[in-house]
């Protein structure tokens, strides 16, 4: 069942050793995300508020005018605290080396990633592009410069 999402076509290169690894995938036909899979050697153990860089044994071209974001899985932020401390990570149209994914430990117990295991999520997304036009003042909002908190907690019952 297609999702009716566009499709593009991206270009992928395994490299060295990633013979036995799948392609990037989607889990379900309406995913957003292709999961990644992880391409370390036997296992790699992450402790808690450690970070590791987990290779993934491929290399992209992402098409100009698009960007490759490299998202959290929920399941394992959920189940393990496991997060990716720069989410997304953005893979640029014009980088062209492996997808590693930086992986942050914020459990307790120490997190171990084996061969193959469903690592990060890749998202194809479009960029646009700014073009600056400086000028000598904002036009006027409601909100103005508020910022960091100035709507409130979200919690009930109590103020800004």
């Known amino acids: 069942m297609d999702s009716g999402a566009a499709r593009i076509g991206v270009s992928i290169t395994r490299l060295r050793g990633a013979g036995d690894l799948p392609l990037p995938s989607q889990a379900t036909p309406g995913a957003a995300g292709f999961d990644l899979h992880a391409a370390v050697e036997g296992e790699l153990r992450i402790a808690p508020q450690e970070r590791a860089l987990v290779p993934t044994g ?53 997190f171990i990633v084996r061969r193959g295991d469903r690592i990060a999520q890749l998202v194809i997304a479009p960029v646009a592009l700014a073009e600056w036009r400086e000028v000598d003042a904002l036009d006027e909002t409601a909100r103005g410069a508020g910022g960091f908190g100035h709507t409130g907690t979200g919690t009930r019952g109590q103020g800004s």
């Open 58 to 110: 491929f290399a992209i071209a992402v098409p100009q005018g698009f960007e490759a974001q490299v998202r959290p899985r929920s399941g394992l932020a959920l189940r393990y605290g496991i997060v990716l401390p720069n989410a997304p990570g953005t893979i640029d149209s014009d980088y062209r080396g492996e997808i590693q994914v930086i992986v942050m430990n914020t459990g307790r117990d120490p």
